[in-house]
Structure formats: C-alpha cells, structure tokens
C-alpha cells in the first residue's frame, strides 16, 4: 500500500516537472517533443519547405515538405540527400561562409554553421552518417513529401534538445551555379559535380511552442449537413445548434440525443 | 431530434456548411508593436495546471487549461474539454458533435504559442458545435475563459480552407511570436466513400489585448 503511494507521488511529481525538464534541455526520455524547421534556400536555389520533428525517447518521426528543388540530373530524378547536422553554430551558413569565392557554399564550408552530420534523413534503410552520401536512398525529384519515424543516437538527442540541430538538403541545380562552380568537383564526393552535394535548403530546428505536434488534418465532420436538402435548414440546425450549446454543460444529454 | 433532422431530407434547396469567403482568408500573423521586438520560442509546461505562482511569460498569460470558448458573431457558447493525440498521431476530436475541445499539448490559450480549438462540422444526422465556423470573418471575437479565471480574447485575423492532402502544418501547428489561436473543424468536399470532409477549416486569431 505504501508502495502503491510513492509510486503514484512519483508518477504526479513526474507529470508536474515535464515542462522544467523540456527548458533545462536535459534529457527528457518519458517526454514527447516537437521541434519545427523553416528551410530556406541557400545557394541561389529557389526551394522552400517545413520540416516538423517530434522526439519520443529517441524515436523521431519526421514530416518534411519540400518543393522547387532541382528536378533531374543525368535524365534521372535529382537525388536531394539530406540531414540533421549537429553541434556546429547551430546556424545556417550566410554567404561569408563562401571561403573560396567560388559562389557557391559547399557542404565542407557550410559546416562551421551547422555541424557535422548527426543522422541522414533517407528514405529506407540506415540514418547513420554513414549513410549521408548514399544517393539512392535519397528522396528525389523538385518535390519532398517526407515522413519517417527514425532512431537517434546520444548526442544527435542532445543536439537536437541543445538547439545545436540544423536541417540540411543537398542537391543544386547546376545551370545556377556560376561558370568556375559548375567546373569543380564535389567536396564530398569527388566524383560527382560540385552543384550535386552542395546545399540547396538550410533550417535550425526550433522547439515547438506545443508539445507535440499532431500530425496531419483533423476529422471533424461527418457529412451530415453536407448537401443537405434545405434553406431553412439553417434555422433547423441554428435552433438545433443552439440547443445543443444550452445543453453543453450536460454532455450525456447531449450525446444521446445526437 | 432524430424527427427534425429527417424532416430536412423532405426539404428542396441545397445548404451546406458555410465556406470562407476569399475576403476572409486575412494574414495568419500580424505583427504589432509590442510583440515584434522578441520572440520567445521556449515552451512553458503546456497542458499543466497553473500553479498559481507561475510568473506571466513576456506579452502573454501563464499556462492555464481553458474551459469555455464563446464567438458570439456565430453562436458558439461551449464547455471546453480536453484533447490529446489518436494512435496515428493526429489531434483528436471531441466525442461530441456539439462542444469543442482544446489540443492539451498544445499552449492555453493566452499563452505565446498556437493554442488549438478543435470541433465537428457536423455529425451524420446535423450541425455541430462549428458547424459555421466558415461563416466567420476577420476582426470577429473569440472568447477563451481558463481555469484560473482570466478570459482571453482573440481577434480572428484570416480563415481558409485547406485540402488534407495539404494541411500547412506549420501554418496551424507551428511558432507563433505572440499568443494565438487556431479554431479547426471540417469543410470542403464531403467524400461519401470515406465518410470524411476533404479540408479543413481553420480560422486563425491572435490575443486582442493582455489584460
């Protein structure tokens, strides 16, 4: 029976620190939390998309939406790799970051700014960095809809809660590129082009005002005054409408008679 | 109530929810002088019970469940209860077709942040709770009353309707700089096979004024 009591305090003491633990950044492994990114275009590109990350221990599920990339290389659907880079400056890079003059900020320039990478964004398969430059595991083509529940490591966690997590997706079109850019290998790759690994989308990942992000639209209908056959079925359902709301504080009621 | 509601498919003229009027789509955000200056993202304990000694976050309330909402320019008036998240991760609905609920993990109304408001359109046989939610225009009135006593007001500043395929997750669910509000229900198309509206829609508000 005691036993039965602490367990419970320690439940409600639990319940009651949430919020404390998600402001301290520390880890917060029973807690669900959603961070949110803006990308915005780096390198001339003219893409724009949102990504939405809520982390449940270290189970995220990403949603990603992208569109305007480059739609085609080599007749092919263009391959847009793409990552959580961590524990830079948690920061996308400004075009300062361009050491070489070239036009163009590479991956290896950019990554003051945003870090190394934590984990690839892939389609299947692994999300190590190992996997960063795997291309056909890429999303590809102008558009990203993107949703995958991944695991994260240790410190990709920590990052990510330390706002020290940056969105990256790679992959420019090369006619965008200035006349030197388009003759330069890739830094990362040395046998792709330059404008293929370069970045083309840049966004730090926030910490969502909400906790949990809910995916997706909400079901809140069920057609019943859809079409319905009536003018004056707006009188109908306001006086219906309103006696429902009269009734409101008596949901059972409510609910029987509907 | 089950007799008036068949009486309407003796009826002859076709109504449907309203839909908002391209007038009404208004800004999602608009900025005001005392809230552009610094943006706090952090998140206080959403969803948590007001301690009573919470200190008042910078341009808005502390954190507060609501427990009634009230939009007097469509006759809404209804208790507020408490929504959390179906096993597929998207927001639930009320159990009820005539009161509307509040996503708990998302702010209390009041709080900076998106605070969201979720009701049906309708049930199978009737209107529900949003059932004009549609009908609603930009400067119109919404008021939030909370646990600790303290009403919010929010002024609506736009509402659209959104295909599912393409809820702007960041638009709804997303950081707002100031405290905001996010009333959401069904529109659009209603899909007979499925048994569901094919949008939603959403009318977005921001606080009128810290009270």
Redesign the interface.
């Known amino acids: 029976m005691k036993l039965k009591t602490l367990s419970f305090a320690l439940a409600a003491t639990g319940a009651m620190s949430l919020g404390a633990v998600a402001l301290t950044g520390a880890p917060a492994l029973a807690a669900t939390q959603s961070y949110q990114a803006t990308l915005a275009p780096l390198n001339h590109a003219t893409a724009s998309g949102t990504l939405m990350l809520t982390l449940n221990g270290d189970q995220a599920t990403v949603t990603e939406h992208v569109t305007g990339l480059a739609a085609s290389f080599n007749n092919a659907p263009y391959p847009h790799v793409q990552h959580i880079h961590i524990n830079g400056q948690g920061a996308c890079p400004t075009t300062a970051a361009d050491v070489n003059k070239d036009g163009v900020i590479n991956t290896t320039e950019g990554q003051p700014a945003y870090g190394p990478i934590g984990a690839t964004l892939s389609t299947t398969g692994p999300t190590t960095p190992a996997a960063a430059a795997v291309l056909t595991v890429a999303p590809s083509g102008p558009s990203i809809d993107y949703t995958r529940t991944i695991t994260l490591d240790a410190s990709t966690i920590s990052a990510i809660q330390a706002n020290k997590a940056v969105i990256v997706v790679h992959g420019l079109d090369p006619a965008t590129l200035s006349t030197q850019a388009q003759g330069e290998k890739s830094d990362l790759v040395p046998s792709l082009p330059l404008a293929a690994t370069s970045p083309a989308l840049c966004g730090v990942l926030a910490v969502s005002q909400m906790s949990t992000v809910p995916t997706g639209a909400a079901g809140t209908g069920a057609g019943g005054t859809s079409g319905l056959q009536d003018a004056g079925l707006f009188v109908i359902g306001g006086s219906l409408l309103a006696a429902g709301v009269v009734l409101f504080g008596a949901r059972r009621h409510a609910t029987t008679r509907s | ?1 089950s007799d ?2 068949r ?11 309203p839909q908002p009027s391209r007038a009404a789509a208004g800004s999602l955000y608009e900025p005001t002088p005392s809230t552009t200056t610094t943006i706090t ?8 019970p007001a301690s009573g000694t919470s200190p008042t976050t910078s341009g808005g309330l502390s ?1 507060s469940p609501p427990v009634a909402i009230s939009i007097p320019s469509i ?5 507020l ?1 408490r929504l959390g ?1 179906n096993p ?4 639930e ?1 009320p ?5 509307a609920g509040w ?1 708990e ?3 209390s109304p009041g ?4 605070a ?1 408001i ?15 939610l549609g009908a609603l225009h930009p400067g119109d009135r919404v008021a939030v009353t909370r646990a600790d006593g303290i009403t919010a007001t929010f002024r609506i500043t736009a509402v659209r309707s ?1 295909s ?1 395929q393409r ?1 702007p ?2 638009d709804v ?4 700089p100031a405290p905001t509000i996010r009333l ?4 659009g ?2 899909d ?1 096979a499925t ?3 094919l949008a ?1 829609v959403i009318a977005f508000g921001q606080l009128a004024a810290s009270p």
Request: glycine residues 14%; charged residues 10%.
């Open positions: 109530m008036g509601m009486s309407r498919s003796s009826l002859d003229a076709q109504h449907s929810p993202t952090r998140r206080a304990a959403a969803g948590t954190a006759g809404v008036h209804s208790a209860i998240l597929d991760g998207s927001a609905v159990a009820s077709f005539h009161v996503y993990r998302s702010v709080h900076i942040g998106p969201i979720l009701g049906h359109v309708d049930s199978k046989s009737g209107p529900g709770i949003f059932y004009r959104y599912k809820f997750t960041i669910y997303g950081n707002t959401i229900t069904c529109g198309a209603f007979q048994g569901h509206y939603n």
